[in-house]
């Protein structure tokens, strides 16, 4: 194993352990939802390639968000960049009340090591949400 640092949206660091074929640094990279309180997405990459990403909802009007999926590549697991990632967006977000679709028993071990404040709360998608999804294209 190694070391790289993933340098986050508003300057915070962190140290992770990763794969011993990576080298470099890995990089969040924001994608910004198309219309207000559609999906957005939170990118790790290196190299170019995405390493795990996390789509997520955020309404500016009504300050509700909703985490919609972590995925990490199999070979990235137990790398804590998955855990960055959530970490990531709860911060850019802080003021957000926070909810999450279900998740699935596999990812049980995952979400026991995040402080994920709504992990018991089913989803709460507001109008602005639902207004986006029919918009979009």
Do not use: K
Request: aromatic residues 8%.
């Amino acid at each position: 194993m190694c070391t790289g640092v993933i340098r986050g949206r508003y300057g915070h660091d962190e140290q992770v352990s990763a794969d011993e074929n990576l080298t470099g640094q890995v990089v969040l990279v924001w994608v910004p939802a198309p219309l207000p309180a559609s999906l957005a997405r939170l990118e790790a990459r290196h190299g170019g390639q995405v390493l795990g990403d996390l789509d997520y909802r955020a309404c500016p009007v009504c300050r509700v968000a909703v985490l919609e999926h972590v995925r990490v590549d199999p070979e990235q697991r137990h790398q804590r960049l998955g855990s960055f990632l959530v970490r990531s967006v709860l911060a850019a977000h802080h003021d957000y009340d926070w909810s999450a679709t279900q998740l699935d028993t596999v990812s049980w071990e995952f979400w026991d090591g995040v402080d994920w404040p709504a992990l018991e709360h089913p989803p709460r998608w507001c109008p602005h949400m639902h207004a986006a999804d029919e918009r979009a294209p």
